[in-house]
């Protein structure tokens, strides 16, 4: 079992910064494949960036045009989504997920694990 806990989201303006970060559980971290996805009202939860359990594999949303990077912290038990240039439809709950070992999915059944997500709200 794997329990995810987020945070750093919150209000920011368009062009503004944030740094998510989601803390895992447990003493394996290292292998799991780590990922960021949001939900915003009315929408399918859509992926946003993946990282593989070694870090040296990272893939992103279409949407995310260099805007976003997923990083990890395996001595920290984290994965971070530093987000930079928000714009108004980035405005979601953002949630990390974990699977174990593999290549990193962009799908939502891709992953085991979930954490109940961060707020990130921005406005124009």
């Known amino acids: 079992q794997v329990q995810l806990v987020e945070s750093g989201g919150g209000l920011v303006q368009a062009g503004g910064s944030l740094r998510l970060s989601c803390v895992a559980s447990g003493r394996t971290f290292s292998t799991y494949n780590m990922a960021w996805f949001r939900q915003a009202p009315g929408k399918e939860r859509e992926f946003v960036a993946a990282?593989?359990?070694?870090?040296?594999?990272?893939v992103y949303g279409e949407f995310v045009k260099g805007r976003f990077t997923i990083s990890r912290d395996n001595a920290k038990n984290t994965v971070y989504l530093q987000m930079n240039s928000l714009k108004p439809e980035d405005t979601a709950v953002y949630s990390c997920?974990?699977?174990?070992?593999?290549?990193?999915?962009?799908?939502?059944?891709?992953?085991?694990?979930w954490g109940q997500g961060t707020q990130v709200t921005v406005s124009s």
């Open positions: 990282i593989r359990w070694s870090g040296g594999f990272t």
């Open positions: 997920a974990a699977d174990q070992w593999g290549s990193p999915s962009t799908t939502v059944g891709g992953y085991d694990y």
